[in-house]
């Protein structure tokens, strides 16, 4: 089944979101080379692609686990909750409806 994935930053936290990204985004791939990932990316502060130092304010992934349990395990794992940049994570089931 699919999850909602929806986190929120810590304020203050873009440096160690930049530290980590490396690390965040290996995990993502991993998931997008077993097929189990639709999509993933971060939520600009402000209105723009490229929100510089106003930085993000959390991060949404949709992807495919066994479980809630085994989606809200693997996002509890996710490097960006042990930097602290996540003050909170969301898991909820999702189900596409479109496209």
């Known amino acids: 089944m699919l999850y ?5 930053d810590n304020p203050g936290t873009l ?3 930049r530290a980590v990204r490396p690390e965040h985004l290996g ?3 991993e998931l997008q080379q077993q097929g189990r990932l639709v999509l993933a990316g971060p ?3 402000i209105d ?3 929100p510089g ?3 993000f304010i959390g991060s949404a992934i949709v992807a495919e686990f066994d479980s809630l349990e ?3 395990a693997w996002a ?3 490097p960006y909750v042990a930097a602290g940049v996540y003050r909170s994570v969301t898991v909820r089931p999702y189900i596409r409806a479109l496209p």
């Open 4 to 8: 909602l994935i929806v986190a929120e």
């Open 27 to 29: 995990r993502l791939e």
């Open 76 to 78: 509890q794992q996710d």
């Open 43 to 45: 939520m600009p502060a």
């Open 53 to 55: 130092e106003a930085g």
């Open 48 to 50: 723009s692609p490229d």
């Open 15 to 17: 440096a160690q979101r």
């Open 70 to 72: 085994a989606a809200e």
